[in-house]
């Protein structure tokens, strides 16, 4: 549940449909306009999770259909041109893919498995998470695995990149 003055609602337009969630692509749209966002203390709702719920059977709620929006909204934003993407998973490839359909240039992936470096994913060089520098590359770290992500935050983070201004966490 959210609340918000009319304004707010007025100013993005309500809830659209994209063929992703409809509640997700506000939120994306709120964030990409600037919107600070706030959560109380208190609860204030006592939530009944159905399983037939819409959020639990329409093919919109599906993880790709968040990977889409969360995508499309990356690269409109223009966050940058040319991405770098952590990981060479499932996950990671989905990444490539939707953001192949946007103006922007993928150089190629991150991974820190020696097995995979070298090699060559959607055509693009799978590159060494030991070697990284700073580039022009906004890298977007793709790996879904449990805990990977504090992981690779740290490694970045110890070599002076900085979350959100040259690598967010999309997985």
Not at 79 to 100: E, K, N, Y
Not at 115 to 123: A, C, D, E, L, P
Not at 161 to 170: A, I
Request: charged share 30%.
């Amino acid at each position: 549940t959210v609340f918000a003055h009319r304004e707010i609602w007025q100013r993005l337009r309500g809830y659209q449909e994209h063929g992703w969630p409809e509640d997700y692509d506000l939120w994306l749209r709120a964030h990409t306009q600037g919107m600070r966002f706030g959560k109380p203390q208190a609860i204030l709702l006592d939530w009944r999770d159905q399983p037939s719920r819409l959020s639990r059977q329409d093919e919109r709620y599906i993880k790709k259909s968040f990977y889409h929006a969360k995508i499309h909204y990356l690269a409109e934003q223009r966050v940058a041109t040319q991405f770098c993407i952590w990981g060479t998973g499932p996950t990671a490839l989905r990444v490539h893919d939707l953001l192949d359909k946007h103006p922007v240039q993928i150089s190629g992936f991150i991974d820190v498995a020696e097995k995979m470096i070298g090699r060559q994913k959607r055509n693009k060089p799978v590159l060494s998470a030991w070697e990284l520098e700073k580039t022009d590359n906004f890298i977007l770290v793709a790996v879904a695995s449990r805990g990977a992500r504090d992981d690779i935050r740290s490694h970045l983070n110890d070599r002076g990149f900085n979350e959100g201004s040259d690598y967010l966490c999309v997985a």
